[in-house]
């Protein structure tokens, strides 16, 4: 996911190329991003590149309900703007660049830059982008039935009969000493 963009930096303004992302794996964060697909545009606007993606992508993990492995298909639409270390390469039109070239911003994010060869990666902003479309729960399936409270098996696969009488779980464990109690008194 490294594009070379000096032909859209010297270009002109509105320039835009297209690129497909097709079948990428990434590791960010402790999480696993598989079969990473969709297109990517390029734009050259005044001062950076702007790098739209519509990107699909599966995440494995552990069910929050069953605790079953889990893929869950993840979503996002990326928009960034990418700015040139090289920023003669766009003309500076008024805008000073520090000593060491860098561009002189008061946010200046190192992720979202094109090197002085000219290459932009799109592997970090991507990776951000996925981290933050990544469900805070993920679910082996919307209507997972999870792990019954009581008895502890897998609902999905198992239908046990707690779920029929209407006991809260919460008064789960007093439940328990009633009935054991009417054992005493039997
Ligand atoms: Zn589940
Ligand atoms: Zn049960």
Redesign the pocket.
């Known amino acids: 996911m490294i594009y070379n963009v000096a032909g859209l930096l010297t270009g002109n303004l509105g320039d835009s190329e297209q690129y497909e992302i097709e079948n990428v794996s990434l590791e960010i964060d402790g999480h696993s991003l598989r079969e990473i697909n969709g297109p990517v545009r390029l734009m050259r606007t005044d001062q950076s590149v702007l790098v739209s993606a519509e990107i699909e992508a599966v995440t494995r993990g552990v069910c929050s309900r069953c605790l079953e492995p889990a893929t869950m298909n993840v979503v996002v639409n990326m928009e960034e703007e990418y700015s040139p270390v090289n920023v003669d390469l766009v003309g500076k039109s008024g805008k000073s660049s520090n000593r060491d070239g860098s561009p002189d911003d008061d946010y200046y994010d190192p992720t979202l830059t094109i090197t002085d060869q000219n290459y932009l990666d799109l592997t970090e902003g991507l990776g951000q982008a996925l981290l933050g479309a990544l469900p805070i729960a993920i679910l082996c399936k919307e209507d997972c039935l999870g792990i019954?409270p009581?008895?502890r098996?897998n609902r999905n696969i198992i239908q046990?009969s707690?779920?029929e009488s209407s006991i809260d779980p919460r008064w789960a464990g007093l439940a328990g000493l009633t009935s054991k109690g009417a054992k005493f008194a039997d």
């Open positions: 019954c009581l008895c098996v046990c707690c779920a």
